[in-house]
């Protein structure tokens, strides 16, 4: 029988790796002096120091529409939003690239950068040929953060703001595709790979620079692994559905021709039976 100081002793050990192996359920800015945060319905929104505020209260305020669509106070998906929460996933604001670097070595800290490292070797995977399957494993413990440049926000809300478009990445990259796995999840066959499959002609693992004729998504930046671009798929989609793109459409067609919600319904019906269904509580009306 352990006697008592042994038997501290291991229950200490075993509640330190506790903490240490799990990373808090709590979305979480990371340790950075004079970061400036805030929250969107649990979700938290970080401002490298030299943002200005403006920039900040403009992504709470995008963010707060995209969690409360219908504007009812009320989260709509709640299970969405845990899941996000729940990984430590964030939404950040920089002024520049530097300022991007600077973030990022805090949220990963040195040792989380060994695990992956660690997690590589032993499946022998490298970043460039295997990045949907450490993705897979590693944002869900460890999270990740989608961000915006302050630059790039369009505070005026006349023209396209791409603070909706990254905030919107967050929300079914960590959220949508974390609590629906099967339906939205970011690897192939799940159903909104599926769809995506069929909008663009057949199966691409990687972006093409050229698609049949008959697609419809023609997304071709290369550097987007598959799960990005079922991450710009679910945007295109949502947000066309929404009427958001309904002004854009020949300043997007390179990328995405179903730009209003009645070109979705007559080229691709399943794709809007999919995301309308109740159970997922997607709004599309103000």
Not at 18 to 23: G, N, Y
Request: charge should be negative; hydrophobic fraction near 35%.
């Amino acid at each position: 029988m352990l006697n008592q100081v042994v038997l501290r002793k291991t229950i200490y050990v075993v509640f330190f790796l506790l903490i240490f192996a799990v990373k808090p359920a709590m979305s979480e800015c990371p340790n950075i002096q004079d970061l400036k945060i805030v929250k969107s319905f649990g979700i938290e929104i970080c401002a490298m120091p030299k943002v200005d505020d403006k920039y900040l209260n403009h992504a709470k305020k995008i963010m707060d529409k995209l969690v409360d669509y219908n504007s009812d106070g009320e989260v709509d998906n709640q299970k969405v939003i845990d899941k996000i929460i729940s990984t430590g996933s964030v939404f950040a604001v920089f002024r520049n690239s530097r300022d991007e670097r600077d973030f990022e070595k805090y949220f990963y800290p040195e040792e989380v950068m060994e695990e992956i490292e660690d997690l590589l070797e032993q499946n022998g995977w490298n970043f460039e040929n295997d990045q949907d399957k450490i993705t897979a494993v590693f944002e869900p413990k460890y999270g990740t953060f989608l961000s915006v440049f302050a630059k790039e926000m369009n505070l005026n809300s006349k023209d396209w703001d791409p603070t909706i478009e990254e905030a919107l990445h967050l929300i079914t990259h960590m959220g949508y595709a974390q609590a629906y796995p099967n339906i939205f999840g970011q690897y192939k066959n799940s159903k909104m790979a599926k769809l995506m499959d069929e909008a663009r002609g057949g199966y691409f693992e990687k972006a093409q620079t050229r698609y049949p004729s008959d697609a419809y998504y023609t997304y071709d930046d290369v550097t987007c692994n598959y799960s990005c671009q079922i991450t710009e798929f679910t945007y295109w989609a949502i947000t066309s559905l929404r009427g958001q793109q309904a002004d854009r459409g020949k300043e997007i067609s390179d990328e995405w021709r179903l730009n209003t919600p009645e070109k979705i319904r007559s080229k691709a019906p399943k794709l809007e039976k999919l995301l309308t269904k109740d159970e997922y509580k997607i709004f599309f009306e103000y």
